[in-house]
Structure formats: structure tokens, C-alpha cells
């Protein structure tokens, strides 16, 4: 299914909004329009900005990867899903097919390891914490 999204400036920072339909954006839009008291939480499951590392926009996603989890942040084990979240407050948009198909190749080649489950869901770490590849020359 595909998931209709709008980012916006909001209280000194950012905001994200994802619907099913355009009538449901619309809606979750003109309600943020009308309302200064709404909070994030009422709009969308998002996570704190500051919350997520700041890596390279001009990465590849599976450098992208790589280097979120070569950061403090992804010293604990990180599910496809925080992944993915992480990618998008650096504006690197993949697909969960994208995304999912790198981590399995990067496990397979043991770039990155899979020590635990969270919540049903595979946990990512780096196999080898020197692999950051903004810190790699080309």
C-alpha cells in the first residue's frame, strides 16, 4: 500500500505527517492549519528530531545504513524500522523493499550482525564499529 506524506516546519523544527488516502492528508493538514494547540502525537506516530543522528545526504543507502549504525545511536541494535525513520530525517527516502533486501546483503556479507529481536522484528549492529563510511576515503 502506499503511504501519502507531508513534511513541514513546525515549532522550531520539523514535522511529518503520513496518510492512506489524499482525503485523510487533507484532513490531518487542515487540522494542523487550524489548530496551534495540536501536538505531534496527534498527527503521527513521529519520533523527537533530535533523536536521530545527522549523517551525509549524498550517502547511498547502503553507506546511509552504515553510517547511522557507526554512530552512538546505533550502538544499541536498530530494527528495519528505526532504520528507515532515521533515514528520513536525513531526507534519504528508500523503499522498504530497498531497504530490506541491503540489510539482508549487508548481514550476509557480515558487515552488520543480528544479536536480538525487538518486538518480533530483526535488530541491526555493525559487525565491525570502524566501518563508517563517512569516515573512509574514496
Known amino acids: 500500500m502506499v503511504k501519502l506524506e507531508y513534511e513541514t516546519a513546525w515549532n522550531g523544527g520539523r514535522i511529518n505527517v503520513q496518510a492512506d488516502s489524499m482525503a485523510e492528508l487533507t484532513k490531518t493538514i487542515e487540522q494542523l492549519q ?23 545526504p549524498t ?10 549504525l557507526a554512530t552512538e545511536w546505533g550502538n544499541s541494535p536498530r530494527t528495519e524500522s528505526e532504520l528507515t525513520s532515521a533515514l528520513k ?10 531497504i ?3 540489510l539482508f546483503g549487508l548481514f550476509r556479507k557480515q558487515v552488520l ?16 564499529k570502524d566501518q563508517n563510511p563517512e569516515n573512509q576515503d574514496n
Do not use: M, W
Request: hydrophobic share 35%; charged share 15%; proline share 5%.
Open 34 to 56: 487550524k489548530s496551534n494547540s495540536l501536538s505531534i502525537s496527534e498527527l503521527a506516530p513521529t519520533k523527537e528530531a533530535n533523536e536521530y543522528p545527522t549523517i551525509s
Open 59 to 68: 550517502l547511498g543507502c547502503a553507506d546511509a545504513i552504515q553510517a547511522l
Open 89 to 98: 530525517f536525513n531526507s534519504l527516502h528508500y523503499s522498504h523493499g530497498t
Open 100 to 102: 530490506s533486501s541491503i
Open 113 to 128: 550482525r543480528r544479536p536480538i529481536k525487538k518486538h518480533g522484528s530483526y535488530a541491526f549492529v555493525l559487525a565491525n
